[in-house]
């Protein structure tokens, strides 16, 4: 297992994800011998992971299953311990193909923070890519550096504990893209544009605030950056459910042509009179959503 | 400027002969091919793209008279019209349609001068009786406006998913189902699309999913595009200009024939015959009739002989070619064991879904794109009780561009109205011991409410 190489079959050193219902999944480090706990009995990894393959039901000590399933950095963004606020997958998506990633390219981030981005640029980078992520927090720059390990994916990124603002990326003229998740990012845009290569790359920031994008993109703007371009993507998740709908009773009619014409493919038949109800299949939003993740400020920056 | 081999720049930013480019102009753009004396059309203008070649991509260009191309000096933007004197608001400001005493005719006397856009819009300003009581914002916006109109310029960028994304999603999008810029990067992620893996791809969206799969997997790995009717379409791939060793990663397989496969039949299958070929512009027309015509004896009519048993031949090793294509695709497919599948078509997403998740490996990603959003509650639906897929998710993204600027930041006025639906999924094993039967399937995702979980490692 590898977060950019998939594997059939579960190993020892593995990072599965217990799979146990929609919304609720965690990851287990794989190790002969060892157990997890989970509502629906114990895992014993030695007999119940090792050697099954990703994508098989496993069925706990008391009787209840789940299934095990191969990481992807999707599934890590929605497992991963939160050190701080994390990009989640609608985001990333976004940032991915707008930064135009893809394997070989090399790519500049600050912060690392809990690595979510990070495990999907490595994704799209690999075989030939290159990751430099810098964190100013030493705990978090420490943390990170072990999970790329686990991950096996240490051999594609480079982590520095150092202030982007202060120090830059610590590489000049490499890369494709450079991505910026920092409090104040204007103060960084003068390092982003020395680490992107002399042809030219592009650039990324994240901002919460608006009057931080504002000044964004007037260092942007200063520094001969061109293509400049703020957005928001929001994800609607819908429900997919029956619902049922109430029949108006209207009382008898007079003459023969008796019955409303229901529409809806699972329509079931009006009965006449009361407590009639017809059900349908549909989709509905939640009744609260995110409103607001951040804004993507983009730019190009070019020789020309 | 044509100096750009020295110090460390890749050669391939720089515009070579036959080199597939975007053109852009504002928020438009257009796919075109570098071909020397070639007339190329980009907003009802003629152009030569013969003098980007040995230019950087990312360069803007000047259109000159007769549609000939010249760099634009870099320094030629930051020089841009300097303003002295502007008014509080726009109390005074008639609109009797007088303010500009420049006509057409004039203008266009300008234009037939040879002035520049930037020379034009400098014109208008100092013609212009209300510029100087606009305030300095309005001024702006009006330069913005009328540089528009008589700037005169074309960017020349190097194709990828986000531009050719875009350019189709504005200027044709019903060729990709209406399939918006930021779904098509969801479906990417979201089928977790990488180098090495095997990934099977349906689309009728002119090919544009097809390249942007294949720019990620960047050559390594393999992808099967599977196809309705004659052959598959792949004009927006072929937009990204991929290096060759690209397109012997590329397998194709006609949907026809995924019985065949799924039921062992395709092997004894007999080779095709021609009529099942497709029509592909690019084959000569199968005979040359002229020769027919003429009235020559003996070595003439050998000749033809001769010539239409070597057409024969070329053709029966076209059709060998092709059905040993078909059975490399088959081989792919057959061990079903894909690593992701990425649906956007025009067909009914729940047989194509169903289909073709059958040549899936477990724990798998897959995503499916539908411009309507019924077909996918179909498709959950049927998943949910067929099993075989968890972490189901039917979802839509909302997307808005925004203007900043100083002290005038806000949303875009227009925006999108919707880019599409996406059902994705993780693919998982059916457990032979219980096969898959309806109802029981219910309980497969335990209500969360449930469940309330410790790990405990040790």
């Known amino acids: 297992m590898s977060f950019v190489e998939y594997a059939e079959f579960i190993q020892e050193g593995d990072v599965a994800i217990i799979f146990m219902g929609h919304d609720s999944m965690f990851p287990v480090k794989v190790q002969q011998g060892a157990q997890t706990q989970t509502r629906y009995g114990v895992i014993r990894h030695s007999t119940d992971l090792i050697g099954r393959r990703f994508g098989s039901k496993v069925t706990c000590s008391k009787g209840g299953w789940v299934y095990v399933l191969h990481p992807t950095p999707e599934l890590w963004t929605l497992n991963l311990p939160h050190r701080t606020q994390i990009l989640y997958t609608t985001d990333i998506a976004n940032i991915t193909m707008m930064l135009e990633l893809k394997p070989g390219s090399v790519v500049c981030e600050s912060g690392t923070g809990s690595g979510s981005l990070s495990h999907a640029i490595l994704r799209t980078i690999a075989p030939s890519g290159h990751l430099y992520t810098v964190e100013f927090h030493q705990q978090r720059a420490e943390k990170a550096i072990e999970e790329f390990r686990e991950h096996k994916v240490d051999h594609l990124v480079t982590v520095l504990n150092q202030d982007v603002c202060k120090d830059g990326f610590g590489v000049m003229g490499v890369a494709d893209a450079v991505f910026l998740d920092i409090p104040s990012p204007w103060e960084a845009i003068g390092h982003a544009k020395s680490a992107i290569k002399k042809q030219g790359g592009r650039l990324c920031s994240f901002s919460p605030c608006i009057e931080q994008v504002q000044r964004t993109c007037a260092a942007l703007a200063e520094q001969g950056f061109g293509e400049i371009c703020t957005l928001e993507v929001l994800l609607r998740v819908y429900d997919v459910r029956s619902v049922s709908l109430a029949l108006p009773d209207f009382g008898p009619e007079d003459t023969l042509q008796t019955g409303l014409h229901v529409p809806g493919e699972e329509g079931t038949p009006a009965a006449p009179g009361a407590n009639a109800t017809v059900t349908c299949r549909t989709a509905m939003p939640p009744r609260e959503m995110a409103g607001h993740t951040g804004y993507l400020t983009f730019a190009t920056k070019s020789l020309v | ?458």
Not at chain 2, 131 to 156: L, W
Not at chain 2, 231 to 251: D, I, K, N, W
Request: aromatic content about 6%; charged content about 30%.
């Open chain 2, 1 to 458: 400027m044509a100096n750009n081999m020295d110090d460390g720049i890749d050669a391939q930013c720089i515009i070579k002969e036959g080199d597939c480019v975007v053109m852009k102009r504002g928020d438009i753009f257009k796919a075109a091919q570098i071909q020397k004396k070639r007339k190329v059309i980009f907003e009802k203008q003629w152009l030569f793209l013969d003098n980007t070649i040995g230019e950087l991509y990312g360069t803007t260009f000047e259109i000159a008279s007769g549609g000939t191309l010249q760099p634009r000096k870099p320094k030629h933007t930051e020089s841009s019209t300097e303003v002295k004197k502007a008014g509080t608001d726009n109390r005074n400001i008639v609109d009797d349609g007088r303010s500009q005493k420049l006509t057409r005719d004039d203008i266009e006397t300008l234009k037939e001068q040879g002035l520049k856009g930037q020379e034009i819009v400098q014109q208008l300003i100092e013609n212009s009786t209300t510029f100087t009581d606009k305030t300095e914002f309005a001024q702006e916006k009006y330069i913005k406006k009328k540089k528009k109109k008589y700037e005169n310029t074309v960017m020349i960028l190097k194709p990828s998913t986000r531009i050719l994304a875009q350019m189709y999603h504005g200027r044709e999008p019903g060729k990709i189902c209406y399939l918006r810029y930021d779904s098509l990067a969801q479906m990417l992620t979201l089928a977790n699309i990488h180098a090495g893996s095997k990934v099977i791809v349906f689309e009728t969206c002119a090919g544009l999913v097809l390249g942007a799969v294949m720019e990620r997997m960047g050559g390594h790995g393999s992808v099967i595009q599977m196809y309705p009717g004659g052959g598959p379409v792949r004009a927006g791939m072929e937009s990204f200009g991929f290096p060759e060793h690209f397109h012997q990663t590329l397998h194709d397989f006609p949907l026809c024939k995924v019985q065949d496969l799924l039921g062992g039949r395709l092997s004894q299958d007999a080779p095709e015959t021609d009529e099942a070929a497709p029509p592909k512009p690019e084959q000569q027309s199968p005979e040359a009739e002229n020769m027919d015509t003429v009235p020559e004896a003996g070595r003439e009519t050998e000749e033809r002989d001769k010539r239409r048993e070597d057409k024969a031949q070329e053709r029966k090793t076209k059709m060998e070619e092709k059905r040993k294509k078909l059975l490399a695709a088959a081989a792919l497919l057959e061990p079903r064991n894909a690593d992701g599948l990425v649906i956007a078509s025009r067909f009914h997403p729940c047989p194509v879904l169903l289909g073709l998740l059958k040549f899936m490996a477990p724990s798998r990603p897959f995503v499916v794109y539908c411009q309507y959003r019924e077909p996918l509650i179909e498709c959950y639906t049927k998943l949910r009780e067929q099993g075989g897929a968890i972490n189901l998710r039917l979802a839509e993204t909302w997307l808005r561009h925004y203007q900043v600027l100083p002290n005038r930041t806000h949303p875009v006025l227009l925006m999108s109205g919707g880019g599409g639906y996406l059902l994705s999924g993780t693919t998982v094993l059916t457990s032979p011991a219980q096969p898959a039967t309806g109802p029981a399937h219910r309980a497969e995702e335990p209500s969360p409410k449930r469940i309330k979980l410790q790990e405990t490692d040790d």
